[in-house]
């Protein structure tokens, strides 16, 4: 079964505060994509990051970074100095190969609330 | 930089109506998806399209959905007769490589 797991449903951190948003995913899949994006009120879904299977290497951009590790099928998001601008739903997503096509798999997003 | 875009950016319609969500793919994609996401819950597969038929559904995407690209440009997902359960922000995406973009989203609300 694939499935993405993002067990934190809601966080709330004063701003400047570094925060963690985990994203535990399932797969059989050796060949894979796991992305993060980002929904502020307005409701579009903002790219922010897409990783292969194969790269395990830790990403850095900006206050943003992630944390992929296969051992434990993770791809964590960290913001560092978190600003009010920051708040937004999180969403990490999956995507599969089925028949040449890449659906994403969503997990149920995490709130992240900032404040001044 | 090109963008997939959507229309109408908000429907309001009469349950039992037909609606039909309309998207502008980016030009040269070949792969097309529509999305569908309820109020407060996760983005949810709905439909992918590529070669002018279906290639997988969900089982969200019920008789009472369909697709097309009925101008070679614009691809479309009708929903024949509206419920209240169908209020929600659906997004269209489209493919090149192995990257999906996605396009801002149409919110219906059925009432």
């Known amino acids: 079964a694939q499935k993405v797991t993002q067990a934190q449903t809601e966080i709330s951190v004063v701003e400047k505060e570094d925060v963690t948003l985990d994203c535990v995913y399932e797969t059989r899949d050796t060949t894979y994509y796991l992305f993060w994006y980002k929904q502020p009120p307005s409701g579009e879904l903002v790219f922010l990051i897409r990783?292969?299977?194969?790269?395990?290497q830790n990403e850095i951009s900006g206050r943003y970074s992630w944390n992929f590790q296969k051992s434990t099928s993770s791809f964590n998001f960290t913001i560092t100095a978190s600003q009010v601008v920051d708040s937004a739903v999180y969403f990490c997503?999956?995507?599969?190969?089925?028949?040449?096509?890449?659906?994403?798999?969503f997990g149920t997003g995490t709130r992240l609330k900032v404040l001044a | 930089e090109p963008e997939v875009t959507q229309t109408p950016s908000h429907q309001v319609t009469q349950m039992g109506q037909e609606v039909i969500l309309r998207c502008v793919p980016i030009s040269n994609h070949l792969y097309f998806y529509w999305y569908r996401q309820i109020l407060g819950q996760k983005v949810e597969f709905l439909v992918s399209?590529?070669?002018?038929?279906?290639?997988?559904k969900s089982e969200i995407f019920d008789d009472q959905f369909s697709v097309e690209r009925p101008d070679g440009s614009n691809f479309t997902l009708k929903i024949r007769s509206t419920k209240l359960e169908d209020s929600a922000m659906y997004f269209c995406a489209t493919q090149t490589g192995n990257e999906q973009f996605f396009g801002p989203g149409t919110r219906l609300t059925v009432l």
């Open positions: 997503a999956l995507s599969l190969t089925t028949s040449g096509t890449y659906k994403y798999i």
């Open positions: 399209f590529y070669n002018n038929e279906i290639s997988e």
């Open positions: 990783r292969n299977s194969f790269d395990e």
